[in-house]
């Protein structure tokens, strides 16, 4: 099993790093927290915003 | 920690933050066994009213919390709010009876898939691609409209926000009231069962109460770091939906995936969507904590051929299902109820009653 954790991970992270790179490793630093901000995040919740 | 690093060099302090976060789900998650299935499944089979009791403490802490941040700062927090549609109503029924042949709901996968268990490796992947396919179908569901609108109480399927309809307070103590409500009617369902048989209530586990009181305090700073409530299966289905255009098919016309803000989403990095950072915090969370209990963690068997196909089955039923229904438990039923939103209160009775089936269905196809 925990062969079966190490391979699940490493293809994980693999592909999480190969999005990454696959758009051109853009950047972009938000404010730390949503709130005080005043800009409502869009798009991105299950509820169909 | 180079993983939390890495995500703040590459999607900035708030991803950071929101890994973080995820870790708390998955740990407390795993750490408690805190599940929306096994707590339902548990009153429906063995009249163990303690994790839906759980669950209802959760609720209740989420709104305490949450309805002033979503009141009096509006601005830049928002609900998880939706419209009572047939799609709704049909999804939550779907999911119900899904995530028990599945054995675990939106986040009871994530989080026993983090923790190595191998049917929800199995169901995961299908989740995936089944949250995929319901998003893209979503629109088209939405469209056939809503109860409501079919008996003219609504001119168009809208959500009903009962913290605009009643104010803060009387949203607040009718939700507290609605989670008393379900607790007392479990309690008393365990009580006459225990009448009847003879056997006594069982022990209330603590794990399910402080489980429930870690989960309300992550889901509030959620609230705060994100400026949405928690959510699992958009995530899910925006991962499907990358897949899916690396394999070379074009999303771009799709209703869901070709319009804003979505084909956004689909052309930026994963570390930059909210729900996709806090679902891989929380994998990861999960595998820490059942690290804890190496002796758990080694004696996962892999269950028989019949059960992964099931599983997987349900996992394709449960992603597709949830999509249509705004959300799983997390981003439909809790981040709904604790929103305010009537459609999260619809979605718990509708997968309720789905669940009543579901857990029939299990036993009949011998699932243990």
Not at chain 1, 4 to 12: E, H, L, Q
Not at chain 2, 9 to 18: D, I, N, S
Not at chain 2, 97 to 107: I, N, P, Y
Not at chain 2, 136 to 147: D, E, N, R, S, T
Request: glycine share 12%; net charge positive.
């Amino acid at each position: 099993m925990t062969r079966g954790v190490i391979i699940f991970w490493c293809a994980f992270l693999l592909l999480i790093v190969a999005d990454y790179a696959s758009l051109g490793h853009p950047r972009r630093e938000p404010a730390p927290f949503a709130l005080g901000s005043d800009r409502p995040f869009v798009g991105g919740h299950c509820s169909g915003r | 920690v180079a993983g939390i690093l890495a995500t703040t060099w590459f999607a900035g302090l708030r991803a950071g933050f929101l890994l973080i976060l995820g870790l708390g789900f998955g740990a407390a998650l795993s750490a408690a066994r805190f599940g929306f299935t096994t707590g339902w499944r548990d009153l429906l089979q063995h009249k163990d009213p303690w994790g839906m009791t759980g669950q209802m403490v959760l609720i209740a802490l989420c709104a305490v919390l949450a309805f002033p941040l979503l009141v009096n700062h509006s601005d830049d927090i928002v609900g998880a709010v939706s419209p009572i549609t047939w799609s709704l109503l049909i999804g939550a029924l779907v999911f119900g009876f899904s995530m028990q042949l599945a054995d675990g709901c939106g986040s009871g996968t994530l989080y026993k898939a983090g923790a190595s268990s191998p049917i929800s490796w199995v169901v995961l992947p299908a989740f995936i691609f089944g949250s995929f396919l319901g998003a893209a179908h979503q629109p088209a569901w939405v469209a056939l409209g809503g109860p409501l609108e079919m008996a003219g109480l609504q001119a168009k399927a809208a959500p009903i926000d009962l913290i605009d309809e009643f104010g803060q307070q009387t949203a607040l103590m009718l939700t507290l009231a609605l989670c008393v409500l379900i607790s007392v009617v479990s309690f008393l369902v365990a009580i006459r069962y225990t009448r009847r048989t003879g056997k006594s209530l069982p022990k209330i586990p603590q794990r399910w109460f402080w489980g429930a009181a870690f989960i309300a305090l992550l889901y509030a700073a959620h609230l705060i770091v994100a400026g949405q409530p928690w959510g699992i299966v958009y995530g899910l289905g925006l991962w499907g939906a990358k897949i899916v255009s690396v394999l070379g098919v074009d999303l771009s016309q799709n209703a869901f995936w070709g319009a804003w803000p979505h084909n956004d989403r689909l052309h930026e990095p994963l570390l930059w969507d909210v729900t996709s950072v806090t679902n891989i915090g929380l994998l990861y969370g999960a595998l820490i904590a059942s690290r804890w209990n190496l002796r758990r963690f080694e004696s996962k068997p892999w269950p028989a051929a019949s059960t992964l196909l099931i599983s997987i089955a349900a996992g394709l039923l449960m992603g597709y299902s949830s999509r249509l229904a705004f959300g799983c438990n997390v981003g439909a039923y809790l981040g709904g109820v604790a929103s305010g939103s009537l459609h999260g209160w619809v979605w718990f009775v509708f997968a309720f009653i789905g669940s009543i089936y579901g857990v029939k269905a299990r036993t009949k196809a011998a699932i243990t």
